[in-house]
Each structure stands twice: as structure tokens, then as C-alpha cells.
Nanobody, 121 residues
Framework: QVQLVESGGGLVQAGGSLKLSCVASGSIFSVNVMGWYRQAPGKQRELVANILSGGSTNFGNSVKGRFTISIDNAKNAVLLEMNSLKPDDTAVYYC???????????????WGQGTQVTVSS
């Protein structure tokens, strides 16, 4: 079983920055995609950003121009850099990864437990 460990959540002021990291461990053969979703109370879960192992990235419309994402293939880790944070960014952020394990011939999606990000006014 693959485990995703998230870190970096916390409380920041509006306009500030925060960095989230996620490290995948386990019987990993390759990582196809790593990224982040977020969910605020009473709202749908939405894509924040993701990155393919080849380096291409996708961002949700609400974070374009403010967030960046990068991947460290050697460490099976993803870093989300959040800048110019707004109160609307407050949510639980969930790391996910599409991973091919050494035991299986097809990739599966794995999720972290979630980390709280709170942006104050």
C-alpha cells in the first residue's frame, strides 16, 4: 500500500505565502501524476493543481498566477507553493498521486489524509 504524507498546512494572513509538500512512499514503480485538491465547508472539492512526471502542469482557475507546483521524481514528492493567499483559499488540501506499484500492472490513485490551510483577513 502506498502512503502519502502531507506537511506545511497552517494559518497565514491574506497576501502571505505557504508551501505544502507531499511525499509518497511504499512499493512504488513509477509516479504518473501528483497534485492537490481542496475542499472548503459546504463546497465541492476542486482541483488546485497537478503535475505529470514529464513536467506539464494544470491549475484551477482560481489559483492560476498565484500557485506553482513542482515534482521531485527521485523522492516521489510534490511541492505546492501558494502565494498571494486569499481567505477564499481556506480549505482542507488533499494530496493525490497516480502511482504504478511494483506489484500491479496498472496505475491506481492514492490520497493523503488532508491538511488544513486557513487564510485570515
Amino acid at each position: 500500500q502506498v502512503q502519502l504524507v502531507e506537511s506545511g498546512g497552517g494559518l497565514v494572513q491574506a497576501g502571505g505565502s505557504l508551501k505544502l509538500s507531499c511525499v509518497a512512499s511504499g512499493s512504488i514503480f513509477s509516479v504518473n501524476v501528483m497534485g492537490w485538491y481542496r475542499q472548503a465547508p459546504g463546497k465541492q472539492r476542486e482541483l488546485v493543481a497537478n503535475i505529470l512526471s514529464g513536467g506539464s502542469t494544470n491549475f484551477g482557475n482560481s489559483v492560476k498566477g498565484r500557485f506553482t507546483i513542482s515534482i521531485d521524481n527521485a523522492k516521489n514528492a510534490v511541492l505546492l507553493e501558494m502565494n498571494s493567499l486569499k481567505p477564499d483559499d481556506t480549505a482542507v488540501y488533499y494530496c493525490y498521486a497516480v502511482i504504478l506499484t511494483r506489484q500491479l500492472s496498472r496505475a491506481e490513485t492514492y490520497w493523503g489524509q488532508g491538511t488544513q490551510v486557513t487564510v485570515s483577513s
